[in-house]
Nanobody, 115 residues
Framework: QVQLVESGGGLVQAGGSLRLSCVVS????????MGWYRQAPGKQRELVAT???????NYADSVRGRFTISKDNAKNTIYLQMNSLKPEDTAVYYC?????????WGQGTQVTVSS
């Protein structure tokens, strides 16, 4: 059974950094794609960053140049490095993978950026 567990969220001042982690049970060696999404209060869930097994990455315009998605196969972990955080980055962040043509989601981790 595939399970995703995010961690690394918290409260940070504007301009600060956080690194989110997503541990994937069952391994990430066979995933087709991975991504991070976020949902702010009263808003729809939106794409933050995605990456394919072929190495292609895609970032939301609002985070490009500040956020970086990566993975460590040995640790079965997907990361989202977030730098130069802004108050508008405040949201619950969700990890997502596509494996064997099925999408899996984590439970989310809260990121709050104070001004």
């Amino acid at each position: 059974q595939v399970q995703l567990v995010e961690s690394g969220g918290g409260l940070v001042q504007a301009g600060g950094s956080l690194r989110l982690s997503c541990v994937v049970s069952g391994g990430i060696f066979s995933i087709n794609a991975m991504g991070w999404y976020r949902q702010a209060p009263g808003k729809q869930r939106e794409l933050v960053a995605t990456a394919t097994s072929g190495g292609s990455t895609n970032y939301a315009d609002s985070v490009r140049g500040r956020f970086t998605i990566s993975k460590d196969n040995a640790k079965n972990t997907i990361y989202l490095q977030m730098n130069s955080l802004k108050p508008e980055d405040t949201a619950v962040y969700y990890c997502n993978i596509e494996k064997y043509f099925t999408n899996y989601w984590g439970q989310g981790t809260q990121v709050t950026v104070s001004s």
